[in-house]
């Protein structure tokens, strides 16, 4: 999805995510344990799901950043990634990937819910980075 704000903004806001519950609608409680780095920890709690334990992959400053989660027998990871997409116009998207015996079950139930709140994350992000800059 596009939105109408330029990368520095839009990475001041998705890399930060003890924010998240102030904007984004889905975020019940959000916590970084350390610097927003590899190897650090983030807890998260969205609404209707149980808490969640991730570990920070990867952060490659204002272009993407990946998470993952240990599941029974597999692992849950998640990138999150902006591109520049025109004047004053960032590309975002965050993309699921699930490995092992759940898969499946992740696809089927959590994917529809996850394709259908992303939006209203996405333009979330896109009004708290401009409220921001």
């Given at each position: 999805m596009c939105i109408s704000a330029r990368i520095p903004l839009d990475w001041s806001v998705w890399s930060d995510p003890d924010s998240f519950p102030s904007w984004d609608p889905r975020e019940q409680r959000t916590e970084l344990t350390g610097p927003f780095a590899a190897g650090s920890t983030i807890r998260s709690r969205q609404r209707g799901i149980p808490q969640a334990e991730m570990t920070?992959?990867?952060?490659?400053?204002?272009?993407?950043?990946?998470?993952?989660s240990a599941l029974p027998g597999g692992t849950l990871t998640f990138e999150h990634t902006l591109v520049a997409d025109g004047p004053g116009r960032t590309r975002v998207?965050?993309?699921?990937?699930?490995?092992?015996?759940?898969?499946?079950?992740?696809?089927?139930?959590?994917?529809?819910?996850?394709?259908?709140?992303?939006?209203?994350?996405?333009?979330?992000?896109?009004?708290?980075?401009?409220?921001?800059g």
């Open positions: 920070v992959t990867e952060v490659a400053p204002g272009e993407r950043w990946t998470i993952a998207t965050k993309l699921y990937e699930v490995s092992g015996p759940m898969s499946l079950a992740f696809r089927c139930y959590f994917g529809p819910r996850v394709r259908k709140a992303m939006p209203d994350t996405f333009r979330a992000l896109e009004a708290e980075a401009l409220r921001r």
